[in-house]
């Protein structure tokens, strides 16, 4: 375990040189900010129910859950400058979907981002349902969902784990986009129009991005699997 902390305050040191944000403070409309919080909201409940549950039946699985969350706050905050209002970055997100479920990852997703906006400057307040909904519920589900289909063509466990940070990172950018393409919206510009203007920016930075996601994953899910075998088996048969 102490390899794993090691490598994330590594990373983070590394993390000082850049500058970039989430969508940032003010920059959804309110009515846009609020749908997004509305939309959140019912995922954060359930995620709290399901991780308390868990915790309450596999008690020395608390310090994964923390090692998740600093895994998903180290990458989250690489980020590349990309778009007025947003950026290009890691996000984490991935193992701990797997490890502990897609909703349960509502939790770690309003933390590390309310950390974020709060200590880095990264995203905002009113603007948290927005970046929550994009990547602790969609790239948390998607990222569930691509592992069960991979491991179901009976794909190796490293390509499955792979394929499932992969997609997850490109899914929040095309939730990002669509976030962005709704929120600004005219009779020049339609959702459509925007969403593929958006996505041809993000694109340029977000697919190396993603494979440097996947790998990392895959990386640091063998490491925390070699230490935590037992609480993963555990985890496991709850999920």
């Known amino acids: 375990m102490k390899k794993i902390f090691a490598t994330l305050s590594a990373l983070l040191i590394a993390n000082t040189q850049l ?39 596999v008690p020395q699985a608390k310090i994964l859950y923390a090692v998740v969350g600093a895994f998903v706050f180290v990458l989250s905050s690489l980020k590349l400058p990309s778009l007025a209002g947003s950026s290009s970055h890691l996000t984490g997100i991935a193992m701990g979907a797997l490890l502990f479920g897609a909703s349960s990852m509502s939790i770690i997703g309003i933390i590390v981002l309310l950390f974020q906006a709060l200590l880095l400057a990264h995203g905002g307040i009113t603007t948290l349902g927005a970046n929550a909904f994009s990547m602790a519920v969609v790239g948390a589900f998607v990222a569930v969902g691509i592992y069960k289909l991979a491991a179901s ?59 440097i996601e996947g790998i990392l994953t895959v990386l640091f899910y063998q490491l925390i699997t070699r230490y935590n075998s037992e609480e993963i088996k555990l985890l496991s048969k709850l999920n």
């Open 19 to 57: 500058s970039a944000m989430h969508i940032a403070e003010g920059f959804l409309p309110a009515k846009w900010s609020i749908l997004w919080w509305i939309a959140f909201i019912p995922f954060l409940l359930v995620g709290f129910n399901k991780l308390k549950k868990m915790i309450n039946e």
């Open 153 to 211: 063509l009976k794909a190796p466990q490293w390509l499955s784990i792979f394929l499932a940070a992969f997609f997850s990172d490109l899914c929040i950018y095309m939730c990002t986009s669509v976030q962005l393409a709704m929120a600004f919206q005219s009779e020049a510009n339609t959702i459509m129009d925007n969403t593929i203007k958006f996505l041809s920016v993000f694109a340029l930075s977000q697919l190396p991005l993603a494979i």
